[in-house]
């Protein structure tokens, strides 16, 4: 059955980066986009990034724009999210998707349990 395992979550300063990863199994990791997204407590789940299948069409949240990284590694069936100059706002549970498709405006088909990053002095 398909699993979504993220990790790599926890407490980093304001200003600090953060690299959380997603190891899927299950499938064939390389025929599918992936994307991150994140919920806030309170908030509604915001889409952070998207990954094609091979990586070529990457598309970020204006909020994350140039200060956070979507990447895949197709061998280690893992895809990750490397996060800099974090600010407070970007506290939350952060949730990988696969979708239902190789590109990144196919429908979500699977999420895993989330990873929490706080950032907080």
């Known amino acids: 059955q398909v699993q979504l395992v993220e990790s790599g979550g926890g407490l980093v300063q304001p200003g600090g980066s953060l690299r959380i990863s997603c190891k899927a199994s299950?499938?064939?990791?390389?025929?599918?986009?992936m994307s991150w997204y994140r919920q806030a407590p309170g908030k509604e789940r915001e889409k952070v990034a998207s990954?094609?299948?091979?990586?070529?069409?990457?598309e970020y949240a204006d909020s994350v724009k140039g200060r956070f990284t979507i990447s895949r590694d197709n061998l280690r069936n893992t895809v990750y999210l490397q996060m800099n100059t974090l600010k407070p706002e970007d506290t939350a549970v952060y949730l990988c998707?696969?979708?239902?498709?190789?590109?990144?405006?196919?429908?979500?088909?699977?999420w895993g349990e989330g990873t929490l990053v706080t950032v907080s002095s």
């Open positions: 990954i094609s299948k091979f990586g070529s069409t990457i």
């Open positions: 998707s696969r979708l239902a498709g190789p590109v990144i405006n196919s429908a979500n088909a699977y």
């Open positions: 299950g499938f064939t990791f390389s025929l599918y986009a």
